[in-house]
């Protein structure tokens, strides 16, 4: 016996491809803007949780969080360090977790890609509406605490 979905199980499961769409758009929106100053969507997400002040790499994974394991954020650091964009420092609260800063280069590019960041954002905006954007933001915070509290996950 097959046993249907509710309504409600039927419009989460038809909102699931669309928000998976959206995820590869805003990455590829990410690859256009950083591309140019020769970052991936992925570098700047890692430099841009060290712009206030540096962080171990686990803590920026789970700043970060969108997936990203801390193993491919401390693989992100490395590459940040080797091409000039971050460096790391000590940790005074522990010997082997050294902080991920940007350097001056770093903060320069991330600064950089924010005007057009701004231009992608405005633009974009404009399209949809920002009451419409604001709703969109409130809904998807819902499903999210939803779906956290159905798994038993705290937070």
């Known amino acids: 016996m097959t046993t249907r979905r509710s309504?409600?199980?039927?419009?989460?499961?038809?909102?699931?491809?669309?928000?998976?769409e959206l995820n590869g758009e805003f990455l590829e929106a990410a690859r256009d803007i950083a591309g140019p100053e020769g970052l991936t969507s992925a570098q700047w997400q890692v430099l841009g949780a060290t712009l206030d002040e540096g962080l171990p790499?686990?803590?920026?994974?789970?700043?970060?969080?969108l997936g990203l394991a801390r193993?491919?954020?401390?693989?992100?650091?490395?590459?940040l360090v080797e091409r000039g964009w971050a460096e790391y420092d000590e940790n005074p609260r522990h010997r082997r977790a050294k902080l991920l800063r940007?350097?001056?280069?770093?903060?320069?590019?991330?600064?950089?890609?924010?005007?057009?960041?701004?231009?992608?954002?405005?633009a974009v905006g404009a399209a949809v509406g920002a009451e419409?954007?604001?709703?969109a933001v409130a809904t998807l915070l819902r499903v999210i605490d939803a779906s956290r509290q159905v798994r038993g996950v705290v937070g």
């Open 7 to 20: 309504a409600a199980g039927d419009a989460l499961t038809e909102l699931v491809l669309p928000v998976f």
């Open 57 to 65: 790499v686990a803590e920026i994974a789970r700043r970060v969080g």
């Open 71 to 79: 193993q491919s954020v401390q693989r992100t650091a490395d590459l």
């Open 102 to 122: 940007p350097t001056a280069g770093g903060r320069a590019a991330v600064e950089r890609l924010g005007a057009a960041q701004r231009s992608w954002a405005d």
């Open 132 to 135: 419409q954007l604001q709703a």
